[in-house]
């Protein structure tokens, strides 16, 4: 059995769009001026270096996603952290569900949702489908995480992956009005991405100045990640074994 369908990883591609920090290098905000706030007379692309660099240093952290590309969006919460742990749900499209554990580096563990398993089948007979369901249901399925199937889903459990995709913040980055985000206030420092759409970063004012949550506007892979739990260890326990479904 199939363990995942081959989707784009469109939460990597949305923290991409975060390269949009990257790469403006001019337009509106290109004098990149220097206001008064809670970062003294740093500017943007200043207070971007620092939330990154503090956010690649928190070593685990949360992730809420939700991702609106059109025919694949994806909601989900995950914890992860560079050792090789990870836990939380994944929704793709409207109904395929899938909850997930890695608790080390080797293996992780997999349980699907009734629609997501019966896709997952779809090409089979009748009684070969049903075989499966009565099998799999509310069980989870181990698997390697070298498994192709297995890192299409992992890929948002790589933190080393997630944050590389923050690269540093250049002039052209407008800094907003201090908000809150999840209870803290933040620092919203938005760029242009030359289409009409923009990324905006919010960064913590108060405490580490770790990035809070990241906004893709426009272009065809709109959405939001929300980061929380900076630094916090990560429960990722292996299943049960009466609850894991074994091929041998």
């Known amino acids: 059995m199939r363990t995942a369908p081959h989707r784009r990883t469109a939460l990597v591609a949305v923290l991409g769009a975060a390269l949009a920090l990257g790469t403006t290098a001019c337009g509106p905000f290109s004098d990149d001026a220097k206001p008064a706030g809670p970062f003294g007379d ?8 620092k939330a990154f660099a503090a956010t690649k240093d928190a070593k685990s952290l949360s992730a809420d996603v939700d991702l609106r590309a059109p025919g ?3 909601r989900g919460f995950l914890s992860l952290d560079t050792r090789g742990k990870c836990a939380g749900t994944l929704t793709m499209g409207a109904t395929d569900t ?8 080797k293996n992780v563990y997999l349980r699907f949702d009734e629609a997501f398993l019966r896709k997952q089948v779809a090409d089979e007979n009748p009684e070969t489908q049903e075989a499966a369901l009565r ?6 399925v181990k698997s390697p995480a070298s498994d ?3 890192r299409d889903i992992l890929a948002l459990c790589d933190l080393e992956t997630l944050l590389g995709k923050f690269q540093p913040g250049p002039s052209g980055i407008a800094q907003g009005a201090e908000t809150t985000v999840g209870g803290r206030k933040a620092l919203p420092l938005t760029a242009p991405d030359g289409n009409g759409g923009s990324t905006t970063v919010y960064v913590a004012t108060k405490g580490t100045p770790y990035a809070l949550k990241i906004v893709v506007k426009g272009g065809e892979e709109p959405g939001t990640i929300a980061f929380s739990h900076h630094g916090k ?3 990722a326990k292996a299943p049960a074994a009466k609850d894991v479904f074994t091929t041998g």
Do not use: C, F, H, T
């Open 42 to 49: 740093l500017s943007g692309s200043q207070i971007v270096d």
């Open 233 to 235: 260890p990560v429960e």
């Open 98 to 105: 899938v909850e997930l554990v890695k608790n080390n580096s």
């Open 135 to 140: 099998q799999l249901r509310g069980r989870w």
């Open 148 to 150: 192709p199937d297995s």
């Open 72 to 74: 694949a969006p994806i």
